[in-house]
């Protein structure tokens, strides 16, 4: 089993920048792909960001792209996501999930396996 743990959400004004990690249990982690969704609420819970196992590729959605930085220490068994130029609407739970992928991970995510518990993220205007 994988466990994940999640932190560095918080409270932060527009245009400021947070960073968000989750920290993975195991001695494969670089098998696994990682991705970051968040879910606002009342609303469906939204891909953000993939990386591959060995971090050598990822993939943003649109919204976030050129804002936000997926990233993975393979040692540490841990993944981050740097998110600058933060927006109101950047306001969702963040969760980190793992998923035994050879390349990126899924897109959708009901195909993960496993999930942390969620960190809030709220951005003021």
């Known amino acids: 089993q994988v466990q994940l743990v999640e932190s560095g959400g918080g409270l932060v004004q527009a245009g400021g920048s947070l960073r968000l990690s989750c920290a993975a249990s195991g001695r494969t982690f670089s098998l696994y792909a990682m991705g970051w969704f968040r879910q606002a609420p009342g609303k469906e819970r939204e891909f953000v960001a993939t990386?591959?196992?060995?971090?050598?590729?990822?993939y943003y959605t649109n919204s976030v792209k050129g804002r936000f930085t997926i990233s993975r220490d393979n040692v540490k068994n841990t993944v981050y996501l740097q998110m600058n130029s933060l927006k109101p609407e950047d306001t969702a739970v963040y969760y980190c999930?793992?998923?035994?992928?050879?390349?990126?991970?899924?897109?959708?995510?009901?195909?993960?396996?496993?999930w942390g518990q969620g960190t809030q993220v709220t951005v003021s205007s």
């Open positions: 990386i591959a196992g060995s971090g050598a590729i990822t």
């Open positions: 999930a793992a998923e035994k992928a050879y390349g990126l991970g899924p897109l959708v995510a009901r195909e993960y396996d496993y």
